[in-house]
């Protein structure tokens, strides 16, 4: 499933972390229109847990264990790239360095397991 990306496709966290919140800010602006506010920080994390929660359905759906109307594939590409959008929006909201994050906690987690895999195999690899 490895498709061509257009050259103003982002690669990079930061990058697609700038993008979340340029979309986010017309999401704001719509909000502001329609409510006279902006969701709160608790109405974000619902909108983030309620389409998580929907990956699980459309997961079940893949493995043909849960019926949706549409076209799975398509829907877990959407909805998994919305939960990414919501993470990077609820990291912003919340002060956090969402691509620095990320990378410290990859960084730490494969050096445990590359620990533990050597204490496993004993083999030093």
């Known amino acids: 499933m490895n498709e061509t990306r257009p050259h103003d496709t ?3 966290l930061a990058e697609a972390a700038e993008m979340a919140l340029r979309v986010r800010a017309h999401y704001e602006q719509l909000e502001q229109r329609l409510l ?14 309620n389409d998580a929660a929907y990956v699980g359905r459309l997961v079940l759906a893949a493995e043909r264990t849960w019926d949706i109307d549409g076209d799975v594939d ?6 998994l790239a ?3 959008w ?24 494969d050096t445990g397991l590359r620990k533990t895999l ?8």
């Open 10 to 12: 982002p690669t990079g």
């Open 36 to 49: 006279g506010r902006t969701w709160t920080l608790p109405e974000l994390a619902v909108g983030f847990t």
């Open 74 to 79: 398509a829907e877990l590409r959407h909805k």
């Open 82 to 84: 919305e939960c990414l």
């Open 86 to 109: 919501w993470a990077f929006v609820l990291a912003d909201k919340l002060g956090v360095d969402l691509p620095e994050a990320y990378e410290a906690t990859m960084d730490r987690i």
């Open 118 to 125: 050597r204490g496993t195999h004993g083999d030093g690899q």
